[in-house]
């Protein structure tokens, strides 16, 4: 479980994580700027889903063929 003080600081840590990981606009230092208290250990873990699920597909992609 993870908690954050007032839970406000969850969400801009997932949209982090996912951004840095899918390079997408806007552009993460801009979000850390709005969002300075951003939860870095929810971006970590999001950004680690993110890449072992991407490793997981690519598995079973290849093993499809």
Do not use: W
């Not at 993460?28 to 072992?52: G, M």
């Amino acid at each position: 479980m993870i908690n954050c003080e007032a839970g406000i600081s969850r969400s801009p840590g997932v949209a982090i994580g996912i951004a840095s990981v899918l390079k997408t606009d806007p552009d993460i230092k801009e979000l850390k700027r709005l969002f300075p208290c951003f939860n870095t250990h929810v971006a970590k873990l999001v950004e680690e889903a993110i890449k072992i699920k991407v490793i997981e597909l690519c598995k079973t992609t290849l093993e499809g063929e």
